[in-house]
């Protein structure tokens, strides 16, 4: 049977505690992977914060708020740390420079599609709305004070997606989180759900222009593809379709990256489209099974093709 994660952690903190450690999150973090990685930074004196390519707008406007400082991951010298503790991702893909470093912990919330990396210590819980809410009730309380309680509240509220993936954990840890930074939900949520700058706009009215929809297995599905904001433009389109695949092309990295969204009631968890598509195409793909995503070895129109092809064929199959 597994160890519960406060025990894992406590053990974690027992070995590591008072050593130089970096904590990194996903590439180009969001709110939860850098409140996640913020508060983590406070049970562990002396870490460093670390995240590459720019933070999404919600993240920029915490790290602002909260004084939170993070450095590229690609720019430290292993040398100086004992090793590297990820949260938000378990996956390399979304955290290329991660490989070679040693993994002390990784703390996810994603399921197990798509993930490739291995700690010495990992506290993995799918059925967790936020890699906030497992930090916020794994770290020690006396270090959760107002800065920290603030940032993990948007971390669970961003992630959660209103509540729509919440449990009934999740409001208890909220509404204690809520106390202890005196926020009201309103201050909470301009930052857990920014308001998008006019070129996201542009962006994201582009991808609607750009849609195209077919009606099969019973779902509308909808794909475009887009120069930027995909995961925005795919929860605005999936408000109007039952299923919204946005494909954004990397050239730098020489692949295609999918965002993939679903209502509440469709049946298919995207997280395993994601990961067969990925095993179509190469790649890796994952997340959960409404908001998912893959960085595929494909163009955008192959991968959209292949990614409306695999959710019809799961469909079908009931």
């Known amino acids: 049977m597994p160890r519960a994660g406060n025990e894992v952690f ?42 590459d390519e720019e933070m999404n707008e919600g993240a920029k406007l915490l790290a602002e708020k909260l004084g939170i400082h993070a450095v590229p991951l690609a720019s430290l010298d292993k040398k100086g740390f004992v090793g590297l503790v990820v949260v938000d991702t378990s996956a390399y893909t979304l955290i290329p420079n991660a490989k070679g470093w040693k993994l002390l912990c990784v703390i996810d919330h994603h399921r197990p599609e798509g993930r490739d990396m291995q700690g010495e210590f990992e506290i993995i819980d799918p059925e967790s709305p936020s890699a906030s809410e497992i930090v916020a009730n794994l770290v020690p309380a006396q270090v959760v004070e107002r800065k920290e309680a603030f940032a993990l509240s948007v971390g669970i509220i961003a992630d959660a997606a209103r509540f729509k993936s919440a449990r009934a954990g999740t409001f208890d840890t909220l509404a204690r989180l809520m106390k202890v930074c005196g926020a009201e939900y309103r201050e909470l949520l301009e930052i857990a759900e920014p308001d998008p700058k006019p070129e996201a706009k542009i962006a994201m009215l582009t991808a ?89 070895k494909a163009h955008t129109d192959e991968s959209l093709k292949t990614c409306v092809e695999v959710f019809i064929s799961m469909a079908e199959k009931g």
């Not at 475009?224 to 605005?236: F, P, R």
């Not at 990397?250 to 965002?259: L, P």
Request: hydrophobic share 45%.
């Open 208 to 296: 609607m222009k750009r849609v195209e929809f077919v009606y099969a297995g019973g779902y509308l599905i909808a794909t475009t593809e887009v120069g930027s904001n995909e995961s925005d433009a795919a929860s605005l389109i999936a408000d109007a379709a039952d299923v919204c695949f946005v494909a954004k092309w990397k050239d730098a990295e020489g692949e295609t990256r999918i965002s993939a969204r679903a209502r509440k009631s469709v049946a298919i968890p995207l997280n395993k489209v994601m990961a067969e598509v990925a095993g179509e195409l190469g790649g890796a793909g994952g997340g959960h099974a409404k908001a998912a995503g893959a960085a595929l």
């Open 10 to 51: 406590r053990e974690f903190l027992s070995k590591y505690g008072g050593r130089q450690v970096a904590i990194a999150t996903h590439n180009r973090a969001d709110t939860d992977g850098i409140a996640s990685a913020f508060a983590l930074s406070r049970a562990l004196p002396g870490s460093v914060i670390c995240t």
